[in-house]
């Protein structure tokens, strides 16, 4: 005899009230077995609110800034990918050192992925890497640029680099000071 299987699915439902109630399962060959068990409930989802609160999100891109310069940090990382690709293959050696020219130059890891992916899939898609940048220009207005940063903020990067650079000044001051007033 068999059993319609919209009913024998609504009584696979867990039923949170009754927890060791037999509940058949159908197989593939339409027999049905007894499954006994409590139902497995849902671990507790940690959820946090992102909006302008946030203080890393960048607002969404309406209007795309186009490329104007072959100095924009989109254009200089478009440009090295497809210098570094071997067909359209990018190895993972040479993708990190993409993505830390990308960082060095203000660029989020999100961006830096999105124009390598960009570049790649022109590649693959048959384009001459020479001219993958040129082909991709478009996409690449939509990635935002960099926000600017100013010299302060530059060496508040790098504290020990911005010590050696200071004493360095210091030192070559001292120096010529030195050899002028001997």
Do not use: Y
Not at 55 to 72: F, G
């Amino acid at each position: 005899m068999a059993q319609d299987p919209l009913q024998t699915a609504q009584s696979a439902q867990p039923n949170p009230t009754a927890s060791n109630k037999v509940v058949r399962r159908v197989s593939r060959r339409g027999k049905g077995r007894p499954v006994t068990g409590k139902p497995i409930e849902a671990p507790a989802a940690k959820l946090r609110l992102v909006g302008s609160a946030a203080p890393d999100v960048k607002q969404p891109t309406s209007n795309p800034t186009p490329i104007r310069s072959a100095t924009d940090p989109r254009w200089v990382l478009a440009v090295s990918t497809s210098q570094m690709m071997q067909g359209d293959v990018l190895s993972p050696h040479k993708r990190e050192t993409l993505m830390g020219l990308g960082k060095s130059m203000g660029l989020s890891p999100f961006d830096c992925s999105l124009i390598l992916a960009i570049i790649q899939d022109r590649a693959r898609r048959g384009i001459a890497l020479d001219a993958c940048p040129a082909a991709s220009e478009s996409q690449l207005a939509l990635i935002p640029l960099p926000p600017m940063r100013s010299f302060k903020s530059a060496l508040g990067d790098h504290p020990t680099r911005t010590l050696v650079i200071a004493i360095g000044l210091l030192t070559l001051q001292a120096l010529l000071i030195w050899v002028w007033l001997g």
